[in-house]
Structures are given as structure tokens and as C-alpha cells.
């Protein structure tokens, strides 16, 4: 029950900030933002929720919050949603809020997020090339998130949410073991 409400919550947040940043002309900047933020959270996220602690004083959550601002170069509209979060003891669902804020702005502007894993980076042709294809494939904007990971040997492999492409070296060899076994 509280993982609706939290995510109700969430929404509620990430809408506000949307239509507030949109409505000041600094959607774009935010967006760039909150992609920043949820690396930052996606490392740890543990010391952010630590913000929502009822006995540690505002004044002093604030200058923590200004020194994250100071730190990644965050916007002042940023910077005051941050406030107005810990202000609320929202810390716990900012990643949440981060996530809807981002769902939202890439539905708005038709941009598909794709993770993609290579066993090496790719050069700025294969990528301007692997970037058209997807954009072909999902009719959207495409913004790749690049993953190195040589244990694939080669290829790739391509995530856009429950889509799941495996064109990578350790798949087809893994494929043609498995026909040598007979097992398939």
C-alpha cells in the first residue's frame, strides 16, 4: 500500500515541477538535471534519504541541499524543488519523483531511452548509425545509455523497457552450445 501511495506522491511531485519548469521556460534545463540527479541516486541514494531525518534541523538540511546545487551546478528552480522536498520529508521518494519527472518530459517529447551493452565503445559513426536504426525501429528520439561490458565478447545488447534485443557473441555461442547438446 505505501509503494502506491509513495509513487501517487511521486507523480503529484513530478508533475509540479514539470509544469512549473515548463511554464518558466527551463523544462529542458531540469530535464538535464534530474538525468544528473538520478546518476547521483542511482550511486546512493542512502544519503539523500537521510535528508528526511525529523531531528536534523531545516536550516541545516538546506545547506546541504545547497551544497549538492553548488556541487553539480544545479538550476535555482532546481535547487528550490530540492528545499521544498525536504521541507515536505519527501527525501525517501525523490528518486521517484526523479524517475516520473523523467517519464514524463520523454513521453511529452517523444524520446525513447535505450540501454545498450558492448563489450567496447563504439566508435561516433557506429554510434550516430546504431542511434538512426533505433530511431527507425521505436519512431522516437533515441538517447542511449552505454554500458561496457567485455564478458559479452562482442555485439550487442539492446533494453528500451520490456524490450530486450541479445545480438551478442556470448548469446550466439551459448545458442549454438546448447544445438551441439541437442537440448534445443
Do not use: H
Not at 72 to 78: A, V, W
Amino acid at each position: 500500500m505505501k509503494k502506491n501511495s509513495d509513487l501517487e506522491i511521486a507523480s503529484l511531485y513530478a508533475q509540479s515541477i514539470y509544469d512549473g519548469a515548463k511554464s518558466v521556460g527551463d523544462l529542458a534545463t531540469v530535464y538535464k538535471e534530474m538525468m544528473l540527479l538520478r546518476e547521483v541516486l542511482q550511486q546512493d541514494s542512502a544519503e539523500f534519504k537521510k535528508l528526511d531525518n525529523p531531528l536534523w534541523p531545516l536550516e541545516e538540511k538546506y545547506k546541504v541541499i545547497e551544497s549538492i546545487a553548488k556541487q553539480f551546478g544545479l538550476c535555482l528552480s532546481m535547487t528550490n524543488t530540492l528545499k521544498l522536498v525536504i521541507e515536505n520529508r519527501k527525501a525517501a521518494v525523490f528518486p521517484l519523483i526523479v524517475e516520473e519527472f523523467i517519464k514524463n518530459y520523454q513521453d511529452a517529447n517523444n524520446i525513447a531511452e535505450v540501454k545498450v551493452i558492448t563489450a567496447i565503445n563504439l566508435s561516433e559513426k557506429q554510434d550516430k548509425l546504431l542511434k538512426e536504426k533505433l530511431a527507425q525501429i521505436f519512431n522516437k528520439t533515441i538517447e542511449v545509455d552505454y554500458d561496457i561490458n567485455p564478458q559479452i565478447l562482442g555485439g550487442l545488447i539492446i533494453q528500451y523497457g520490456t524490450n530486450f534485443i541479445d545480438n551478442s557473441v556470448k548469446q550466439k555461442l551459448n545458442a549454438l552450445e546448447q544445438l551441439m547438446k541437442g537440448a534445443k
